[in-house]
């Protein structure tokens, strides 16, 4: 290999010799031409001594001196070209002089290398050409110091970017919840359940995450698009038992265009506008450029108290000098329901479509209701869909301002949804009785008289970040509040719950985030500590004389310190017991979490790191009766978890 790089190094030394004397014949040629058009008659020696007939001088025409300030043109640009080639070759020497070894080519695929302006080109045999670039980050978004460099493959005008990582990552708990390292926040256990007797252990490299980002320019905008996927998604015949074949998970997959005058549009899947930024208003894309301050976790369930969503939206940005960023996004709309004792009388959405969204089932139970009047309960099954999906009336729109005033970063946004369902004030109405229904009496239960319900909901919230210490210390904090927005949180805790006569009834919800994060040249050290809450949202129905929705001070909580056998309505073993009586709907979550990484090889081969991260979780809920009328009772789920994370991340 030495032999080789000796070689490499004498024969572009000798391509520097010869493009010397390339060089020093040039100047000779420019130096002629300039001294031939400087050169007058007047000046000329004379030719004989008979001046009288000596032959007359040739005239030099505008078209003569016209011709030779060309030339000279020429010469000079032909000069700048060889000297940019004379820098591109000594460039090259350096670099094989500061390294041992050098890739052995076969004799027909001979390469030569030259670094210049930070790209590396190499020409083959054939005269192709293979532009491998060391991106720098975008006007937009400082470079990340803690990246290594990143190798892009330029073709046919625009720049091929690839990256991601490989993990290899292990989840432990003290209570098990069955899940991989994404840790469900909202499904932590009551203390009856027989999970709390046990621990669990999860391996996983599902968090493995490939991308590819394009770039590339016209006139005075740039275009870029960006693709990410890992495998945390789970498809119908999906098992850990022998082949682990977990379907593909889209993460993101946009295009932008940004113009040189500030504006920029965009569209796709992406992180929603909610969610925080560290510098203006740009999208991510995780190669360096990554401007989205997610907690540095393990977890990709991230921290409890931090907002955010990745989703469909379109987005206009207008950015201001980058100091001041405004941005208007439309985004993708979903509602999530938590209500209790409600009666049959109302549509909200339906089981995902096959073929479409997850229309698989997880279970089907029997349960019965006595409609008002009747003197039998009518008894029905109920199926539960793993995704259900609410049919949403128009989009929801996020806008934000940023401001980088030049200490700390900061953003004010607010968040419009609005959430539709379907009351049918007949679905309960018994045979032969009376009641609040437009047919009258006798029909039994029946959609005369359906009708659409829409409710308004949304928010605001604000974001702050400050460096110290030449950004090796970073404080930040994050509000958000409102009603219907509980989806946006990492808890996911309910948007809206029902009303006793079928309508939506919104949740009003908070959420709330610290972070503190220490960043030195291998290792970084992070801490979070963030809070969720839902308000109680309950009605009394009348007609059933039942309370119903969420967070009802007098739904039954009794049962939630008593374990119950396992279930037998599926395969033995695999169904833990269901407790009763134990509404437990959640009040708040709360999360404290410590960790660091820290990275063995950062470089131009990519970037080698180990993280360990260990956080603790409680799941308050609000009180309900206990087992004498009128105590309340407050069951909280607890768990304590250790990660750890082996990443390579490509160069």
């Not at 590396?120 to 460099?149: C, I, W």
């Not at 719950?497 to 908070?510: E, F, R, T, V």
């Amino acid at each position: 290999m030495r032999c080789f790089a000796k070689t490499q190094k004498e024969r572009i030394e000798n391509s520097m010799k010869a493009t010397n004397k390339i060089l020093s014949t040039a100047l000779g040629l420019a130096v002629l031409a300039v001294g031939s058009w400087a050169e007058s008659p007047a000046s000329a020696a004379p030719a004989a001594k008979d001046a009288a007939v000596a032959p007359a001088p040739p005239t030099i025409t505008a078209a003569d001196v016209q011709s030779l300030k060309d030339a000279l043109a020429a010469q000079q640009l032909q000069i700048e070209r060889l000297t940019q080639q004379l820098q591109v070759q000594q460039s090259a020497v350096q670099a094989l002089s500061k390294t041992d070894t050098a890739p052995v080519q076969p004799v027909q695929q001979q390469q030569f290398a030259a670094v210049t302006n930070g790209a590396v080109v190499r020409q083959d045999g054939t005269g192709s050409a293979l532009n491998l670039q060391d991106t720098q980050a975008p006007p937009d978004a400082k470079p990340n110091p803690l990246e290594s460099p990143v190798i892009s493959i330029r073709f046919k005008g625009i720049t091929i970017t690839p990256g991601g990582f490989a993990a290899a990552e292990f989840v432990r708990r003290s209570r098990a919840l069955a899940a991989d390292v994404p840790t469900p926040f909202n499904s932590l256990t009551m203390p009856g359940a027989s999970q709390n007797s046990l621990s669990e252990f999860f391996g996983s490299a599902r968090q493995s995450r490939p991308t590819v980002y394009i770039d590339g320019r016209m006139k005075n905008v740039e275009f870029s698009s960006y693709v990410s996927a890992d495998f945390l998604s789970a498809a119908d015949t999906s098992t850990a038992t022998q082949t682990n074949s977990y379907s593909l998970r889209l993460r993101q997959a946009w295009g932008q265009a940004k113009f040189d005058n500030g504006w920029s549009f965009l569209g796709g899947q992406m992180w929603s506008l909610v969610t925080e930024n560290k510098e203006g208003i740009q999208p991510s894309d995780d190669l360096g450029r990554t401007n989205d301050a997610r907690p540095m976790t393990i977890d990709p369930g991230y921290n409890v108290g931090f907002s955010f969503a990745r989703q469909y939206a379109i987005r206009v940005t207008k950015d201001f000098n980058h100091k001041v960023a405004f941005a208007v996004s439309m985004e993708n709309a979903q509602g999530t329901l938590t209500t209790h004792g409600n009666a049959n009388n109302f549509l909200l959405g339906a089981a995902g479509a096959t073929n479409s969204y997850n229309d698989a089932v997880t279970g089907c139970s029997t349960s019965s209701f006595t409609p008002t009047g009747a003197t039998s309960p009518t008894f029905f099954t109920t199926c539960t869909p793993a995704g259900s999906y609410t049919f949403n009336p128009s989009p929801d729109i996020v806008a934000k301002v940023a401001f980088d005033p030049g200490f700390g970063h900061y953003e004010v946004f607010g968040l419009f949804d609005r959430f539709r369902d379907r009351v049918f004030p007949c679905a309960n109405f018994a045979v032969g009785t009376t009641g609040p229904c437009p047919s009258g009496t006798g029909t039994g239960p029946s959609a005369v008289g359906a009708y659409n319900v829409s409710k308004n909901g949304g928010g605001f919230g604000a974001n702050a970040r400050w460096n110290f210490d030449h950004k090796h210390i970073v404080f930040g904090l994050h509000a958000l509040g409102g009603s219907g927005i509980g989806r946006y949180g990492a808890a996911q805790l309910s948007d809206m719950s029902i009303h006793a006569d079928g309508s939506p009834y919104l949740i009003k919800n908070s959420q709330g985030l610290a972070s503190l994060e220490w960043h030195g040249k291998k290792l970084d050290v992070y801490t979070y500590t963030g809070a969720e809450f839902d308000a109680r949202s309950a009605d009394y129905d009348a007609a059933t004389k039942t309370y119903v929705g969420y967070g009802s001070p007098q739904f039954n909580n009794s049962g939630c310190y008593t374990e119950t056998p396992p279930s037998t309505a599926v395969t033995a073993g695999f169904n833990p017991g269901a407790l009763s009586k134990c509404t437990a709907d959640t009040r708040a979550d709360i999360e404290g979490t410590i960790g660091f990484w820290y990275r063995f090889y950062n470089g131009p081969r990519g970037r080698f790191q180990f993280g360990t991260q260990y956080s603790y979780v409680t799941r308050q809920t609000w009180s309900g009766t206990g087992f004498t009328k009128g105590v309340g009772v407050t069951p909280e789920g607890l768990d304590g978890m250790v990660f750890t994370s082996f990443r390579y991340y490509l160069p």
